[in-house]
C-alpha cells in the first residue's frame, strides 16, 4: 500500500525491507505520542540516532505525522495527506539526526511542543524488526505499540498495582502485560497496562480514583 501511494516519497525495491519496520515503528509511536500529549501540538522534532540516521527518513517522518493525527481527527488520515494536514494545522516538523544512539542500535526520537508543555518519546527495534517504545517523557520503559494501553502517572507506593488489578479483575478485564518505570524510590513513577479489551468512561473514572493514581489516559493503536 506504500509503495503505490500517489506522491509518497519513492523507496527504491532493495531499502522496502529496511524502511518497512522503521515505518511501522514511527506509526506506532506517534500515535502514543499524541495520545499521551493530549493538547494541541504546535511543533514536532524527530530525531534519528545511530542507524536510523542513515536512512531515507522522508517517508518514516511521514508515518509518525500520520500516526499523531489519525486519532486525533475524523478524517481519513494516510501517507498521501498527513504532511498537507500538518502543515493545514499550523504544525511545524523538524528533522535532526546524529550517530549517537546511546546503548541502542537505533533510536527514533519524537519530541511534541504544545503552548504549556513539552514531552519526548522514543522508540526503537528489536532484532532491527519489531517496534518498541523505551522511553516516555525521561522514563525508562518497554511497550508493545499494539492494541489497547493504558499509560499511568502515580506516586511510587505500595499497592498501587495491586489496586489496579483487583479492579480491572472485578471488570472482567484481563491485563495482556504490564511495565513500570520511576524516577526513584517513593517517586514519581509510570505505569503501562496492555488489556485485552478497552476500558470504558465509566470504568477509566474510577481507575483515576485509586489510591496515588495522578493521571490515566487510554490510549489505541
Known amino acids: 500500500t506504500i509503495r503505490n501511494a500517489v506522491n509518497f516519497p519513492s523507496i527504491p525495491q532493495d531499502q522496502i525491507p529496511t524502511l518497512k519496520p522503521y515505518i511501522e515503528l514511527a506509526e506506532g509511536l506517534g500515535s502514543f505520542a499524541a495520545q499521551v500529549f493530549d493538547t494541541g501540538i504546535s511543533e514536532v522534532t524527530l530525531e534519528y540516532r545511530g542507524e536510523a540516521a542513515d536512512l531515507k527518513v522522508e517517508p518514516v517522518t511521514i508515518a509518525a505525522l500520520k500516526g499523531m493525527l489519525t486519532p486525533v481527527l475524523e478524517e481519513t488520515v494516510n501517507f498521501v495527506n498527513a504532511p498537507f494536514i500538518a502543515k493545514e494545522r499550523g504544525i511545524e516538523v523538524k528533522e535532526t539526526k546524529s550517530a549517537d544512539s546511546g546503548d541502542y542500535h537505533s533510536m527514533l526520537t519524537i519530541t511534541l511542543k504544545g503552548k504549556k508543555k513539552t514531552m519526548s518519546f522514543a522508540g526503537t527495534l528489536y532484532g532491527r524488526r519489531d517496534p518498541r517504545i523505551i522511553m516516555v517523557d525521561g522514563f525508562s520503559v518497554e511497550i508493545i505499540p499494539?492494541?489497547?494501553?493504558?499509560?499511568?502517572?502515580n506516586n511510587d507506593k505500595p499497592g498501587v498495582i495491586g489496586g489496579l488489578g483487583t479492579l480491572l479483575?472485578?471488570?472482567g478485564i484481563n491485563i495482556a502485560w504490564m511495565h513500570f518505570g520511576r524516577e526513584s524510590a517513593g517517586g514519581l513513577a509510570i505505569s503501562v497496562v496492555a488489556v485485552d479489551t478497552p476500558v470504558t468512561n465509566e470504568q477509566m473514572e474510577?481507575?483515576?480514583k485509586l489510591p496515588n493514581i495522578l493521571s490515566a489516559i487510554q490510549v489505541h493503536i
Do not use: M
Request: overall charge negative; cysteine-free.
Open 146 to 153: 499494539e492494541g489497547t494501553i493504558l499509560v499511568l502517572s
Open 169 to 171: 479483575a472485578g471488570y
Open 206 to 208: 474510577e481507575l483515576k
